[in-house]
């Protein structure tokens, strides 16, 4: 099975830079994504890290170690509208079924204070 | 514009009912997916197909039904055994096998009368 952990909540002020982190535990691991979601709407894609490092989308940056089983995505610059929750999820492969699979995380709910 | 169809936007259902929420989808995609969001949880998968007249149980399937007769519909049932079905349901679909780029519709709330 897989473990994925994310705080709950998080509170930033705007125009400062906040880092949502992610930890999971998984056998099979094979890619990393971040969602948004903004409240009663569709999740939309954000980014997908398969290798060790940083991948910088304009104010929105993700960084994976896959030895650490860790991910974190960096919002820079933040806007009111950035208040939203942010999911990660996590692709592996399970033998069993003999396919890749995402497991998604609670969600972090970031609220962007004046 | 391609994207992902989902009605209706609000359901209501009475106790013993069964009640069927739509997906569709143009945007040519093989796979497509069922998941249930309930607050402070994450996103739990119900029902995936990777093809016509295929799918596959996730997580959470009992109390639910689905079927894949066309590559752009994958409507699912929310049977009288599902006894907590309020929750928020969302349709996804990737272009190709599992564990891709979700796309996502933009859900449907269901609530208990």
């Known amino acids: 099975g897989q473990n994925i952990d994310q705080p709950t909540e998080m509170t930033a002020t705007e125009g400062a830079i906040v880092q949502i982190n992610c930890t999971y535990q998984t056998s099979g691991f094979n890619g990393l994504f971040w969602y948004q979601q903004h409240a009663g709407e569709a999740p939309t894609f954000l980014s997908y890290?398969?290798?060790?490092g940083l991948e910088e989308k304009g104010r929105f940056s993700s960084f994976l170690s896959r030895s650490k089983g860790y991910s974190y995505l960096l919002l820079k610059e933040l806007q009111m509208k950035d208040s939203a929750s942010y999911l990660c999820a996590v692709r592996d492969y399970g033998s069993g079924a003999g396919s890749y699979q995402l497991t998604f995380g609670k969600g972090t709910k970031l609220s962007v204070i004046p | 514009d391609g994207g992902i169809t989902q009605s209706p936007k609000y359901l209501f259902r009475k106790e013993g009912q069964n009640v069927t929420l739509s997906c569709e989808q143009n945007l040519n995609h093989d796979a497509m997916y069922w998941y249930r969001q309930d607050p402070g949880q994450g996103l739990r998968l119900i029902y995936y197909s990777q093809i016509v007249n295929d799918f596959q149980k996730g997580d959470i399937a009992e109390g639910y039904s689905v079927s894949r007769e066309k590559k752009e519909s994958f409507p699912l049932t929310v049977t009288s055994a599902q006894k907590n079905p309020t929750a928020f349901y969302l349709c996804?679909?990737?272009?190709?096998?599992?564990?891709?780029?979700?796309?996502f519709g933009s859900g449907t709330q269901l609530s208990v009368l």
């Open positions: 890290n398969v290798l060790d």
């Open positions: 996804a679909s990737s272009i190709g096998r599992t564990g891709e780029k979700l796309f």
